[in-house]
């Protein structure tokens, strides 16, 4: 059974850093593609960071320059570091798992709150 925790979300102020990790169990780890989605109120959810198997990365563009995605294999995690973070960065934040052969979404995580005052 494919299980994907996440942690470290909260409340936070403008300009403040909060650092996402979420644990993986129940898959091959190091064969996935990992990435964090965020959905807000009344939003659709959106790709916020994804790492691949060859630790290449992607990032919206609304967060690039201020996240950072890693991954320890070892340790079947993934990193979510987020600096000077925004009152729009407010959102919950999922861990999603997928391999590149899946036609479907993937696996997801309960998800995490992020709420950034301003």
Request: aromatic share 6%; charged share 20%.
């Amino acid at each position: 059974q494919v299980q994907l925790v996440e942690s470290g979300g909260g409340l936070v102020q403008a300009g403040g850093s909060l650092k996402l990790s979420c644990v993986a169990s129940g898959i091959i780890f190091r064969i996935n593609d990992m990435a964090w989605y965020r959905q807000a109120p009344g939003k659709q959810r959106e790709l916020v960071a994804r790492i691949g198997t060859a630790m290449s990365t992607t990032y919206a563009d609304s967060v690039k320059g201020r996240f950072t995605i890693s991954r320890d294999n070892a340790k079947n995690t993934v990193h979510l570091q987020m600096n000077s973070l925004k009152p729009e960065d407010t959102a919950v934040y999922y861990c999603n798992a997928r391999r590149r052969t899946d036609i479907s979404s993937g696996s997801w995580g309960q998800g995490t709150q992020v709420t950034v005052s301003s």
